[in-house]
């Protein structure tokens, strides 16, 4: 259900038109979708697809408010993101990946006022056997993370999440300078 936007204070609509005017990358489709309604009194949510060929990357990314604060939260809203990523073979070998990919959620948020940033990353190595033994292993990455935004200007933190999406998938960051195009909207 969309959040009611003739009962939404007016917080939260400053949220949502900074959600609808965020800016990200060209190689990423987002689309709004159904947001939980049980978690908060308004929530918002929008699903995400890295479309760059050879590469798999989807996520969502839910924001919830409390016009009266959570203290769980440390404030009226929430972000929570999610990023499924398919990475390479030589991941699954890797220690450290979980480090890393928490490292490029950190970079992605840097700049992005908020707080109370916490999360998990999960590895799962899929490796096949008997006449199935030919064929690599796969290894599917899942990063979710919530934060608390510090205003209610959303936009950077979407742009932020689509940056970690890509990132994911193994592409290269936009360079410094290079202004971001809008994404595929559906």
Not at 87 to 100: N, P
Not at 114 to 137: I, M, W
Not at 147 to 164: N, Q
Request: charged share 25%; net charge negative.
């Amino acid at each position: 259900m969309a959040p009611d936007r003739a009962t939404a204070p007016p917080a939260f609509l400053e949220a949502l038109r900074s959600i609808a005017g965020a800016q990200v990358r060209g190689d990423v489709r987002v689309a709004e979708t159904t947001a939980p309604s049980r978690i908060a009194p308004f929530a918002a949510a929008i699903d995400g697809e890295v479309t760059a060929p050879e590469v798999e990357a989807t996520g969502r990314f839910v924001l919830l408010h409390d016009p009266d604060g959570n203290d769980a939260w440390d404030g009226t809203f929430r972000v929570v993101a999610l990023v499924k990523a398919l990475a390479d073979a030589e991941v699954g070998a890797d220690d450290i990946w979980a480090d890393v990919a928490w490292s490029r959620l950190e970079e992605a948020l840097e700049g992005v006022p908020h707080r109370q940033r916490g999360g998990t990353v999960t590895k799962v190595v899929s490796r096949s056997y008997g006449e199935l033994a030919e064929r690599p292993d796969e290894v599917r990455i899942e990063l979710r993370a919530s934060w608390t935004p510090e205003t209610s200007v959303i936009g950077p933190h979407i742009t932020a999440w689509t940056e970690l999406m890509a990132s994911c998938a193994g592409l290269p960051p936009v360079p410094e300078g290079v202004t971001l195009l809008r994404g595929t909207r559906a």
